[in-house]
């Protein structure tokens, strides 16, 4: 078991950046992957940004270049650097843990409360 917590969300202007962290009550170092997702109104919850164990990362196409993930293990946190923020990047930002067996068989599957994220002028 893992608990999440988000913070770092708010009201930031278009062409502003945000910092989300994800603290772990539990060290993260043993967790596969580390995620962010978000859900905006009347849409799906969708990733964003994934970093595993090992450090590699992946993006949403509409994020690469301008979002950037990373994990401290010492701190068992996660962060989500947000740059160059658009209005369509509004929407509430969850993070996700998840751990799998040796053969990729998902074993634990943890979510924070999430955090709100307004891009607005």
């Known amino acids: 078991q893992v608990q999440l917590v988000e913070s770092g969300g708010g009201l930031v202007q278009p062409g502003g950046s945000l910092r989300l962290s994800c603290s772990a009550s539990?060290?993260?170092?043993?967790?596969?992957?580390m995620d962010w997702y978000r859900q905006a109104p009347g849409k799906q919850r969708e990733l964003v940004a994934s970093i595993s164990s090992g450090g590699s990362t992946n993006y949403a196409d509409d994020v690469r270049g301008r979002f950037t993930i990373s994990r401290d293990n010492a701190k068992n946190t996660v962060y989500l650097q947000m740059n160059s923020l658009k209005a369509e990047d509004t929407a509430v930002y969850y993070c996700n843990a998840k751990t799998y067996t040796i053969r990729r068989v998902l074993i634990g599957d943890y979510w924070g409360q999430g955090t709100q994220v307004t891009v607005s002028s």
């Open positions: 539990r060290s993260i170092s043993s967790i596969d992957d």
